[in-house]
């Protein structure tokens, strides 16, 4: 006989059913009021505990799951409560390490936003343009010109043939003496009296380029010499310039204006026979006026949109010499990403980005110079003669000359504005005028040898002259590949993800999927937990 099952009484059951039927149970009639806002008052407590809960709970499946270095040890059971602590501080220090390195990290690219690197070091000569070649007689007056000049000129009263002469002279204008007035004012009478200026006064009495540059060889064919060389005003006085374009327009006679290239020149190769080779008459019997105890030239390498100042490769050929000057360009460009940043960040400029005043291009030779020429301005109230003007500039006279002896000091300082001690002008972390470095260059480097000129050994046409005092001259690149520099940012978004993965992995292990688990963790899981549920 089969006995049926009975139910086993289950207090703990009872008990719940009958807590859960009086908290649904209604409230006396006779409770207090006052009670039940505080009641109501406990809800958002209880939505503030259940978040809690809620977050810990998550955050401990999290650490259980997640790869990050040490979060498992947090929440693991079978460890004791000390070491639970003891993981707890190494993650705490692992966070606080990985966030002070990524703020290092992107201070140091803030304060680097450019590097300069080695591109290549064989970069082909021929995409680098030929230099500038200005060439300064030493001697600045002809005597020729100075004696015709010297017999034609008038004389107003009180003025003696003495006086014309030290004016002659005053055209080269002296570092270390200083004219007197009185002197000055006669000067200025008898230019006034025969309608010259000073700077008229300069292009009469210097030589001539077609005097001093008598034949001329370019990329091995021979050329007629003003075809290739200009007239220039220069801080040396007047120069002739090959391959010359800083300024806005050029001195070349109308008739061969037309053949005058619109860029510099480029050569294909290598060697003296596929650069510029040119025979000097250094004109020792015209000698009048020099600053060298000597017989020769004094030769600056520059680039073409560059004005030949100071800065420039210089070196000197004397006569009765052949002198062989091997140039080893340098490039530099910048990328486009440069090209893309804000000028405070990359700190330079490109060529097209800035106009002065009379030269082509902005260089940051060309910005100082031009910087220069505006203190020169404040200070005397006029420019030099060798300034392109617009005609909005006065030009200094002879008036002005003891003002531009004083001044000339300005163009041998790195920093113009400043007479200070080097250790103050090493703390300067700005050039005057704002002028800033260049983003795109090229660098001639440049080593010379000579020895002596022989006219009865050449066979060469460039050497069949009379003249015994003559100077062989070869300006060329030296070898067929040059050195190219690449300036980049620091950073890109690319090598800072990099950097900072780099950093988080080596000391916490993190990367972009640990950085979706969490939020994975705090948003989705509870969503598909709450549609599980139903």
């Known amino acids: 006989m089969a006995f049926k099952k009975r139910r086993i009484f ?9 807590l859960a039927s009086s908290t649904t149970s209604t409230a006396p009639i006779d409770q207090n009021p006052r009670e039940v806002p505080s009641r109501r008052h406990k809800r958002p407590l209880q939505y503030l505990h259940q978040a809690n809960k809620w977050f810990r709970e998550n955050l401990r499946n999290y650490c259980q799951t997640t790869s990050l270095h040490g979060f498992n040890y947090i929440t693991r059971q079978d460890i004791s409560r000390y070491e639970r602590w003891f993981w707890i501080l190494v993650v705490f220090l692992a966070i606080i390490t990985s966030i002070v390195l990524v703020i290092v990290s992107w201070y140091s690219n803030r304060e680097t936003p450019t ?32 004696t015709g000049l010297f017999e034609r000129i008038r004389l107003p009263p009180n003025v003696t043939k003495m006086h014309v002469h030290k004016l002659f002279n005053t055209t080269l204008l002296p570092v270390d003496h200083i004219v007197s007035n009185r002197t000055l004012e006669i000067y200025e009478k008898i230019l006034t009296f025969n309608n010259l200026t000073l700077s008229q006064l300069t292009r009469e009495l210097s030589p001539d380029c077609i005097d001093m540059i008598t034949r001329c060889i370019w990329k091995g064919i021979s050329s007629r010499c003003d075809s290739l060389f200009q007239r220039i005003e220069t801080m040396e006085g007047q120069c002739c310039s090959f391959n010359y374009f800083a300024a806005q327009n050029n001195n070349f006679p109308e008739k061969i204006a037309y053949q005058v290239p619109k860029r510099p020149y480029r050569v294909t190769g290598c060697g003296y026979p596929t650069g510029l080779s040119v025979l000097l008459n250094p004109m020792t019997s015209e000698y009048y006026g020099t600053f060298f105890s000597g017989y020769g030239f004094r030769l600056l390498i520059h680039d073409a949109y560059n ?13 009765t010499r052949e002198s062989f000057v091997r140039i080893n360009p340098e490039s530099t460009y910048a990328t486009s990403d440069i090209r893309r940043m804000d000028l405070a960040e990359r700190n330079c400029l490109f ?31 006029c420019v030099p003669s060798y300034v392109t ?13 003891n003002c531009l002896i004083h001044s000339k000091r300005l163009f041998s300082h790195a920093l113009a504005n400043l007479n200070l001690s080097l250790s103050i002008v090493r703390q300067t972390s700005h050039f005057p005028c704002d002028c800033l470095p260049d983003c795109q260059s090229n660098h001639y480097v440049s080593e010379s040898t000579m020895g002596r000129l022989d006219m009865s050994y050449s066979f060469s046409r460039i050497t069949n002259s009379n003249q015994t005092d003559s100077i062989l001259l070869h300006v060329f690149f030296s070898d ?12 890109n978004w690319l090598s800072a993800l990099a950097s900072f993965g780099g950093l988080l992995g080596l000391i916490m292990g993190f990367s972009i999927v640990t950085a979706f688990e969490f939020i994975y963790f705090l948003t989705f899981r509870p969503v598909f937990n709450y549609i599980n549920r139903e």
């Open 115 to 146: 590097v300069t690197v080695i591109e290549s070091s064989h970069f082909p000569t021929w995409n680098i343009p030929f230099p500038a070649v200005t060439i300064c007689n030493f001697n600045k007056i002809s005597k020729t010109k100075a």
């Open 351 to 381: 060529g097209s980005e800035r106009t002065l005043i009379g030269l082509r291009r902005y260089s940051f030779i060309n910005c100082m110079f031009e910087c220069r020429v505006t203190m020169t301005l404040k200070r005397c109230g």
């Open 307 to 319: 004005f030949p100042d100071e800065n420039s490769e210089t070196k000197v050929v004397t006569s």
């Open 480 to 491: 067929l590949m040059s050195t190219r520099y690449r300036t980049d940012i620091f950073q």
């Open 389 to 401: 003007n617009n005609g909005s500039m006065k030009v200094c006279g002879i008036a002005d000359a």
């Open 10 to 18: 289950d207090l703990r059951q009872v008990q719940a059913e009958q």
